[in-house]
């Protein structure tokens, strides 16, 4: 199990996203985000002050759907940016600490038990995480992942974010499975191999595409083994990181199965 304490996701949102402001304060605006290259440091900057500000409206209206939230405007200059991001994460900051997380609140999330003020605690966690690491990549200097959110991090990102299923689509289970092992905490997050197919509600077909989900140990070797520490492979998985770091063991039929998964984009 690699989840945290409510508490602990709300203290690690508070860190990282100090962090990702003392950096972009003292980062050249038009710096590139190496990670996201179509950003610069005032977009990626935009970017987290918007989300943040999105799920504040999610945390205050709750539980009702998001319909009617509108867009923030966005500053015109680099402090004024700087200002923005102060003020939106400190009102979201505010909001989140004082609402329960069994509480009801709308996600864009499929599973129906992701339906709470819970989810926001974690993902936005693992939002303010991943793009503290995109701002100090822009910058030139980056620090490792804290192990406990970044283990947490590889299951997160290979359920939700890589393993997702919507309602209209199928999953097709293979034989095979890869184990995802972060060496410095001594945590493995398992997954099993498919295909996706399904018809979306634009008409879009999808047929056989591979895909995996995240499933308990299964009791049986791995196919494939991917390892490295809870930094490397979380920073490895939302694409910041090269393979450095990580090792691969097993059939690599496997493993270019897994990659065509991974591939996918994630920002």
Same mark, same amino acid.
């Given at each position: 199990?690699?989840?945290?304490?409510?508490?602990?996701?709300?203290?690690?949102?508070?860190?990282?996203?100090?962090?990702?402001?003392?950096?972009?304060?003292?980062?050249?605006?038009?710096?590139?985000?190496?990670?996201?290259?179509?950003?610069?440091?005032?977009?990626?900057?935009?970017?987290?002050?918007?989300?943040?500000?999105?799920?504040?409206?999610?945390?205050?209206?709750?539980?009702?759907?998001?319909?009617?939230?509108?867009?923030?405007?966005?500053?015109?200059?680099?402090?004024?940016?700087?200002?923005?991001?102060?003020?939106?994460?400190?009102?979201?900051?505010?909001?989140?600490?004082?609402?329960?997380?069994?509480?009801?609140?709308?996600?864009?999330?499929?599973?129906?038990?992701?339906?709470?003020?819970? +989810?926001?605690?974690?993902?936005?966690?693992?939002?303010?995480?991943?793009?503290?690491?995109?701002?100090?990549?822009?910058?030139?200097?980056?620090?490792?992942?804290?192990?406990?959110?970044?283990?947490?991090?590889?299951?997160?990102?290979?359920?939700?974010?890589?393993?997702?299923?919507?309602?209209?689509?199928? +999953?097709?289970?293979?034989?095979?499975?890869?184990?995802?092992?972060?060496?410095?905490?001594?945590?493995?997050?398992?997954?099993?191999?498919?295909? +996706?197919?399904?018809?979306?509600?634009?008409?879009?077909?999808?047929?056989?595409?591979?895909?995996?989900?995240?499933?308990?140990?299964?009791?049986?070797?791995?196919?494939?083994?991917?390892?490295?520490?809870?930094?490397?492979?979380?920073?490895?998985?939302?694409?910041?990181?090269?393979?450095?770091?990580?090792? +691969?063991?097993?059939?690599?039929?496997?493993?270019?199965?897994?990659?065509?998964?991974?591939?996918?984009?994630?920002?």
């Amino acid at each position: 199990m690699t989840r945290l304490a409510d508490h602990a996701y709300l203290d690690h949102i508070r860190k990282e996203s100090a962090r990702f402001l003392e950096v972009l304060r003292g980062c050249e605006p038009t710096a590139q985000v190496p990670s996201c290259p179509d950003w610069d440091a005032a977009d990626l900057l935009w970017h987290l002050t918007g989300v943040q500000h999105f799920w504040h409206h999610v945390v205050t209206t709750r539980p009702a759907a998001p319909d009617d939230y509108a867009e923030p405007g966005r500053p015109t200059s680099y402090d004024g940016l700087l200002a923005r991001f102060q003020e939106v994460h400190g009102r979201f900051l505010e909001a989140l600490s004082a609402a329960a997380p069994s509480e009801p609140a709308w996600s864009w999330s499929n599973d129906a038990g992701a339906q709470s003020v819970a +989810f926001t605690y974690r993902r936005q966690a693992h939002e303010a995480l991943i793009h503290r690491l995109d701002a100090e990549l822009a910058a030139g200097t980056s620090t490792p992942l804290p192990p406990d959110l970044a283990t947490d991090g590889v299951e997160e990102t290979l359920a939700v974010m890589f393993g997702g299923l919507p309602d209209w689509g199928r +999953f097709e289970p293979l034989p095979l499975h890869v184990e995802y092992r972060i060496t410095d905490t001594a945590t493995s997050v398992w997954t099993r191999l498919g295909t +996706f197919s399904g018809t979306s509600p634009e008409g879009t077909d999808h047929a056989d595409e591979p895909d995996q989900h995240v499933v308990p140990d299964p009791g049986t070797p791995a196919d494939l083994v991917v390892a490295g520490t809870a930094d490397r492979l979380d920073g490895w998985l939302w694409h910041r990181y090269d393979d450095a770091g990580i090792t +691969f063991e097993g059939d690599p039929a496997v493993w270019e199965r897994a990659a065509a998964v991974l591939r996918h984009p994630i920002n």
